[in-house]
Every structure is written in C-alpha cells, then in structure tokens.
C-alpha cells in the first residue's frame, strides 16, 4: 500500500488566487481527516469525513474553506480566495480499517500564500 | 471538549538515557490513544496505537502505557540513540472516530 497521498508537497500562490489541495487515502479506510499545522497553533482539524460525508467542520476556518469527498479514494481541500494568514502545511490521514483505529497521515503540503 | 495537554514541550538528554513523555487529556470517554513521531518537515508516523481496553503497548524500545481513569498516557523510550530526535505527538480518538492532539514533545537526543 502506498500509504496516504498528497498532492501538491509545495504550493506557493498569491494572495486571493484559489488553492486546491489534494489527497488519496489509504483503500479500505472509511474515514478521512483534514489537518492544519502551523507553529503557533499546533494540528488543528479541519474537518473529517466518514464514509464520504462530511461529519465534523466546525474546525473550518471560514467560508473561505471547503472540502469534498466525491468517492472513496479522494478528497479536496479548497480555499478561496487565499490569504497570507492560510499559510501552514496541511495533513491528510486516514483510518478504520475495520477492527482497527490507527490513522496513517500523508507528508502534508506546504502552502505558502503571498 | 476534549482537550490534550503534553509535558514537557521540550527535553534534552544525552544518548543511552531512559526517558519518559507524559500526554494528559481532559475526557477520559476516550476509544484509542495513539503516540506519533514527527521529523522536522515530514508528516506524521504511527508509533504504537493503545486501544481503551488495553493498559500498554510495546514496540521495541518503545512502551506506552494508558490510565484513562486519570487521563494520562505515558511514552516510554529505553536507551535513547540521537536518531530518536523528533517531536512526539499523542492523540485520543473520542467515540466520534475524530483525533484531537497534544501539542507535542521535542526531544534531542545528544550523541
């Protein structure tokens, strides 16, 4: 298995342009968790899905922000229009391979809004 | 809400030494506990998942121990090795299957 996957690793936009991130978790697992990490304020969720709906977005910051699941090999994260302060690395994870709980993250993709 | 406190944020020691890492959390209504590794610039890796029935888990050096009662998780690591520097993250899954994290621990281990 190829573990979760990302895309883009690095993403540098301007200020108001729209972002797309990417991910593709593991086959099999039924939940999927969109994270936020910055040095001020550690892993935040964003949002996770199980079973390709949406169960939790209270930690979307703003309307700014939306996700989707269309199937279950992927999901997006979009932010429109960016802004400096979006700037941070973003983590995929999923998890519930039935009989077990453990999450397994993607290597996250940089974004860096100026 | 569940929140998770890990002490200390930081910590030094020269290699060889035995060390510990403390993970408190607020809601002990908890379904899994999970210990994670992260180098600088890198995602997270899965060290040792404890599920809420089991009291520890052991993965070579490693051995995490869970009192949900008191809340408290505990990462041990035997005769540390300078490869073993990386921030140390725990996260309590919650019965909704979301992870809420600690802040992490730093550790350095000096050769």
């Known amino acids: 298995d190829a573990g979760v996957i990302q895309s883009p690793r690095h993403e540098v936009t301007e200020m108001g342009q729209e972002v797309t991130l990417r991910c593709k978790p593991i086959?099999?697992?039924?939940?999927l968790f969109w994270y936020r990490q910055t040095m001020m304020r550690g892993l935040e969720l964003l949002i996770y899905?199980?079973?390709?709906?949406?169960?939790?977005d209270s930690g979307m910051p703003e309307d700014r922000f939306s996700a989707k699941m269309p199937n279950a090999s992927f999901s997006t994260l979009k932010i429109q229009p960016s802004e400096p302060r979006d700037s941070a690395v973003y983590f995929c994870?999923?998890?519930?391979?039935?009989?077990?709980?453990?999450?397994?993250f993607g290597q996250g993709t940089r974004l860096t809004v100026v | 809400k569940q929140e998770v406190t890990q002490i200390p944020a930081a910590l030094s020691v020269p290699e060889g030494e035995n060390l510990v890492l403390n993970c408190s959390f607020t809601?002990?209504?908890?379904?899994?506990l999970q210990w994670f590794r992260q180098d600088p610039g890198k995602g997270l890796t899965s060290l040792l998942l404890?599920?809420?029935?089991?009291r520890e888990q052991t993965s070579g050096r490693l051995n995490a121990s869970l009192d949900k009662s008191s809340g408290r998780s505990t990462l041990y690591i035997a005769a540390s090795q300078p490869g073993d520097s990386a921030t140390y993250l725990c996260?309590?899954?919650?019965?909704?299957?979301?992870?809420?994290f600690g802040p992490g621990t730093r550790l350095s281990v000096l050769p």
């Open positions: 086959s099999g697992h039924n939940s």
């Open positions: 809601d002990s209504a908890i379904y899994n």
């Open positions: 994870a999923s998890s519930f391979r039935p009989g077990s709980t453990e999450a397994f």
């Open positions: 404890i599920q809420s029935s089991q």
């Open positions: 996260a309590v899954i919650n019965y909704g299957q979301n992870f809420v």
């Open positions: 899905f199980n079973n390709n709906v949406p169960i939790d």
